[in-house]
């Protein structure tokens, strides 16, 4: 029965006749610049912010869809909360620092643990890898090797979609030039 619901919801969403509704939250360390692209969402404007003290939300509008977003922050004391929000999200935004090569360790440690939390289910992930317009950028194909979202092959690498039962994509911005990110949203928010 849940079969034949979901995929006359699927048409409706498909013809713009059914909203769709959901619940994101934008992870990632320290200065990765998830307020930054959470503010830009909400007002249209790059702000210089000060690091996140505590979780904010906005509600948004993404290609159709009612989102409400969470900023969590991502200093060690803030990621200790993400957990609480896992039973009751759509999908995760996870901002990297692609600029920050000394931290993608530590990154890939915290989306490790997110990637292999039983709390969230099937729940679909998109990261961003911010700051792409810094010299110190890494390319796409060197971030996704660092968070395992390659597989190498006979013929090569191939791109991995789904890890641990969870779908996730990944792509390259720069929220301060406001470029890249608007094909991720559109990704996860074509998820829920």
Not at 89 to 110: C, H, M, P, Q, T
Request: proline share 2%; net charge positive; aromatic share 10%.
């Amino acid at each position: 029965m849940n079969s034949i619901i979901n995929f006359f919801k699927n048409i409706f969403h498909s013809l713009g006749l059914f909203k769709k509704e959901g619940k994101f939250v934008f992870l990632g360390l320290d200065n990765a610049g998830k307020s930054t692209l959470l503010t830009l969402l909400a007002t249209g404007r790059v702000t210089q912010l000060d690091p996140t003290k505590q979780t904010h939300s906005e509600s948004l509008t993404i290609k159709k869809a009612k989102i409400t977003a969470f900023d969590l922050g991502g200093h060690k004391a803030m990621r200790k909360m993400w957990r609480e929000y896992f039973f009751k999200i759509d999908g995760i935004v996870y901002l990297v620092d692609a600029s920050d090569s000394a931290r993608f360790e530590e990154s890939k440690n915290e989306f490790d643990s997110i990637i292999n939390s039983d709390e969230i289910g099937n729940v679909p992930i998109v990261i961003l890898g911010n700051k792409i317009d810094k010299k110190e950028a890494v390319s796409e194909n060197e971030l996704r090797e660092k968070f395992g979202l390659v597989a190498k092959t006979t013929f090569g690498f191939q791109k991995i979609e789904k890890l641990n039962n969870k779908p996730v994509e990944l792509f390259m911005c720069s929220v301060v030039k406001k470029t890249g990110f608007v094909d991720g949203l559109d990704w996860l928010t074509g998820k829920i």
